[in-house]
């Protein structure tokens, strides 16, 4: 456990590092932040951080640095979730209150938001897809033998496929399946779509299968698409110092390249939370380099997916914390 004024030299080195890239000196802890000792005592208090894993003395200075240890107790004990500023509340009132006409819409514009106040490069994946209900499916005859059908499910994703036939199709087959189907489906989780609903439809209906089978193989092929990862920001990366090393640029292109990456650090975390990931508490070798924060986007208890921010370790985790908290009251209407 640290003592007040250990916390506060942690806190002031952590801060200033982040706003100056450069190594800590107690002379410009004594100048910037009125910490009410001598330099020779904030040096002490700094060797002592160090000696207990909190800080980082590097080679080419005498100054210190935050390690992972000290980035996570300021995390955890220190930071302010209220590091935002009348102009960006405006900005970010302003900019949620576009209208939209679909949910997924919303949820670009959120990590859209984020990143333009953060200077982060933002990344989004929507809900899984197999975990959503269906809110209604509606068929609407094209032609004799082709069909639109469109699936709207609780998250408000909207899926549209079309279907083609074999065989001549009429309006009243089309009006009884909307009914039938959403008889069936209304309410229920996508993953129903399976083999025993295939039978109970062929029972119900006196269609012949080659209407009812093309009908549910094209459902199930447009609900169990790969969910889409969208990326907002990401030259803002390239203008951090971090960034000037080339191994770490090339690092952070291969792992915005990679679908499945992406995917597994956004889907990683508790369902309420938001999560910090620093350096090395990162599951995945490619993310060592880097912080990653995920924030589960959810508008009235209903999950829209999730939204990360990946960064260097350096990253201002007061503003990124700051930012998504407010948009999450904002979005929640508990301002």
């Not at 984020?114 to 499916?137: A, D, F, R, W």
């Not at 589960?296 to 990360?308: A, Q, R, W, Y």
Request: hydrophobic share 35%; aromatic share 8%.
């Amino acid at each position: 456990m640290l003592d007040k004024r250990k916390k506060k030299v942690l806190q002031a080195i952590v801060e200033e590092y982040i706003n100056t890239a450069e190594p800590v000196s107690s002379n410009s802890l004594t100048h910037n932040y009125g910490l009410d000792c001598s330099s020779a005592t904030i040096r002490n208090e700094m060797a002592e951080l160090e000696k207990i894993g909190y800080l980082d003395k590097t080679h080419t200075s005498s100054g210190r640095i935050p390690s992972a240890k000290g980035y996570r107790y300021y995390v955890d004990e220190l930071l302010n979730d209220n590091d935002i500023s009348l102009e960006e509340i405006k900005y970010i009132s302003s900019k949620l209150e576009t209208k939209v006409n679909e949910i997924e819409d919303l949820t670009k514009i959120t990590a859209n938001t984020i990143s333009e106040v953060t200077h982060y490069t933002t990344v989004l994946i929507g809900p899984k897809t197999n975990t959503q209900l269906i809110e209604e499916i509606k068929f609407v005859l094209l032609g004799s033998r082709m069909m639109m059908a469109v699936i709207l499910t609780d998250t408000g994703l909207v899926k549209e496929t079309i279907i083609k036939f074999d065989e001549d199709i009429t309006e009243k087959q089309v009006e009884t399946m909307n009914y039938m189907f959403n008889h069936k489906l209304k309410n229920q989780p996508i993953e129903t779509i399976d083999r025993p609903l295939e039978e109970y439809l062929y029972d119900e209906m006196t269609y012949s299968i080659n209407v009812i089978k093309p009908i549910i193989e094209q459902i199930k092929k447009v609900l169990q698409e790969e969910d889409k990862i969208y990326l907002e920001g990401a030259n803002k990366s390239f203008d951090l110092p971090e960034f000037n090393s080339l191994e770490v640029a090339k690092n952070f292109i291969n792992i915005l390249d990679t679908k499945e990456l992406v995917a597994d650090m956004l889907n990683s975390g508790f369902a309420e939370d938001i999560n910090v990931y620093i350096g090395e508490e990162n599951e995945k070798e490619e993310l060592k380099d880097f912080s990653v924060v995920t924030f589960k986007h959810k508008v009235n208890g209903k999950d829209l997916g999730t939204i990360g921010i990946i960064g260097p370790k350096r990253m201002d985790y007061s503003k990124v914390i700051s930012v998504m908290k407010y948009i999450n009251k904002k979005l929640n209407n508990n301002e």
